[in-house]
């Protein structure tokens, strides 16, 4: 059983910057698209940005140039690096991953599925 656990998340100025982790156990992700989620109160999930096994990245457009998705494979970690953060990237952060070819060719979007998700991790950005 895949177990992915969040950490990074806190309290930061807009402007400022956080870096988040997802430490996953169980098994190696290495051929598993892996995924950044949030939601904010009273908000839909949304996607944030997405890693294929292959190597290609996926970002929404309301977070490109601000955020930077990368894993490391030997430690079977996903990573979010986040700058210049605004008060509209506050939101619990959750990361996800999928091993299905389907997920793989569309990682982001409310279509995109995936089967392991972690408890998420709380980023609040304030003024």
């Known amino acids: 059983q895949v177990q992915l656990v969040e950490s990074g998340g806190g309290l930061v100025q807009a402007g400022g910057s956080l870096r988040l982790s997802c430490a996953a156990s169980?098994?190696?992700?290495?051929?598993?698209?892996m995924a950044w989620f949030r939601q904010a109160p009273g908000k839909d999930r949304e996607s944030v940005a997405a890693?294929?096994?292959?190597?290609?990245?996926y970002y929404a457009d309301s977070v490109k140039g601000r955020f930077t998705i990368s894993r490391d494979y030997a430690k079977n970690t996903l990573y979010l690096q986040m700058n210049n953060l605004k008060l509209e990237d506050t939101a619990v952060y959750y990361c996800?991953?999928?091993?299905?070819?389907?997920?793989?060719?569309?990682?982001?979007?409310?279509?995109?599925?995936?089967?392991?998700w972690g408890q998420g991790t709380q980023v609040t950005v304030s003024s």
């Open positions: 996800a991953a999928d091993g299905s070819s389907a997920t793989r060719v569309r990682p982001m979007g409310p279509s995109a599925k995936y089967d392991y």
């Open positions: 890693v294929t096994w292959t190597g290609n990245i």
């Open positions: 169980g098994r190696s992700l290495s051929s598993y698209t």
